[in-house]
């Protein structure tokens, strides 16, 4: 397992070993994360069993802007595009529905759902310019607590991620997420930013 910095000659070593297939942890505006390639099934199996992730909780999906999430084919509802113009680039996740007859990706084939967000860290989002939308969740086994530092991820993940990019002392608290599917929005998980401030903005679109 490699650790690079989080600088020019890091995201390029991100980028490739993500090309090739490979799992790659990265630091985010919350916590570190597990990353691959949206389109690569093995490199996505490999996320689920490094975790020990249940198969039938989907990975969220990172995106670099509004544009690369709204490529997807999601519907934007007015709760969404509210939520989405106060928070992104920010620690909100958003559990969008996919818009009917539009088109998508085809790793989205099938689904109905699917949880995007903009992170809050340049590093991050120009490497997502680069290589797209990422597939990208919380670098812990399943169920553990989330580690803060690229150390302690890489000592918990194991042999099968390729390279960790270090970007210092996390946080532990996760992306707040919000299920915009549908006329019936709801809070999901409550995480850096709080249920108070959620319902603000939303109870400026009823």
Do not use: C
């Amino acid at each position: 397992m490699l650790v690079v910095q989080a600088d020019e000659a890091g995201a390029r070593a991100a980028v490739d070993a993500l090309a090739a297939g490979g799992l790659v942890v990265l630091p985010t505006d919350t916590v570190y994360g597990l990353a691959a390639m949206p389109d690569d099934a093995a490199a996505v199996e490999a996320i689920y069993r490094v975790k020990d992730r249940p198969h039938g909780m989907h990975l969220p999906v990172l995106a670099a802007s509004v544009s690369q999430v709204r490529a997807l084919g999601v519907a934007f509802t007015p709760a969404a595009d509210a939520l989405a113009r106060t928070w992104w680039p920010g620690p909100l996740t958003l559990a969008f529905g996919l818009a009917a007859g539009g088109s998508r990706p085809h790793w989205l084939d099938g689904r109905v759902e699917v949880a995007v967000r903009v992170p809050d860290h340049g590093f991050l989002r120009s490497l997502l310019a680069r290589s797209g939308v990422l597939v990208v969740t919380s670098a812990n086994r399943h169920g553990a607590p989330t580690p803060r530092s690229a150390a302690d991820v890489a000592s918990g993940l194991g042999p099968e991620v390729e390279l960790v990019v270090d970007g210092g002392t996390l946080t532990d608290v996760p992306s707040t997420l919000v299920n915009v599917r549908g006329p019936d929005t709801r809070l999901e998980r409550e995480g850096a930013i709080p249920r108070a401030a959620i319902d603000e903005v939303l109870a400026g679109t009823r």
